[in-house]
């Protein structure tokens, strides 16, 4: 485990690993968590990546998020190669919903800090 892992009791979270097709990825149980940053690459030429959160009604519902590079806010991109981070305290589970891939794949990746 790295330093970084321990020091900020970092969980390192994989919701998709170079998908070439639509699918909710990993679910995530959010426990004590408070932030999600993620990663969203790959070599496709269009994607959609939405953002969601259950509560405990178990209800999927769209979380906001903040894209690092211009802190502009949204429940969902189309973008790659791009930094978003997600407050989550309270939630008891996330996942990032790769509704389109086309031309390539998407990895979705990043770390639950509490």
Known sequence: MS???????????????????????????????????VEIYGTSTSRTVA?????ES?????????????LSTATSTTGTGELWQFDITGLTSVFMDLQAVAGGNVSVK???VA
Not at 3 to 18: E, M, Q, S
Not at 58 to 70: P, Q, W, Y
Request: without cysteine; charged residues 25%.
């Open 51 to 55: 953002f969601i959160g259950r509560g």
């Open 3 to 37: 330093d970084i892992i321990k020091k900020f009791n970092a969980t390192p979270v994989t919701f998709h690993d170079a998908a070439t097709v639509a699918a909710d990825g990993t679910v995530f149980t959010v426990d004590g968590q408070k932030t999600l940053t």
């Open 58 to 70: 178990g209800t999927d519902r769209a979380i906001m998020g903040v894209k690092l590079s211009d």
């Open 110 to 112: 990043g770390r639950m």
